[in-house]
């Protein structure tokens, strides 16, 4: 009975620690996006690198 209260225990404790590192991962990953605000410039770099774009825009009307 207690071998299982602690399987149950390490399964949980893997299980939040998981879930952690999921939702933090996208957290850390957006602090290390540097994002151009001149879709030019935006270009420019994206082509000296030879990496595709994404290009973000919104309205609010």
Not at 16 to 31: E, G, K, N
């Amino acid at each position: 009975m207690l071998s299982q209260i602690r399987r149950h225990h390490w399964a949980a404790l893997i299980v939040t620690m998981s879930m952690a590192a999921i939702v933090a991962s996208p957290l850390y990953a957006a602090q290390q996006v540097k994002w151009e605000k001149s879709l030019k410039a935006g270009m420019e770099k994206a082509k000296e690198a030879g990496k595709p774009m994404i290009i973000d825009f919104f309205t609010e009307w």
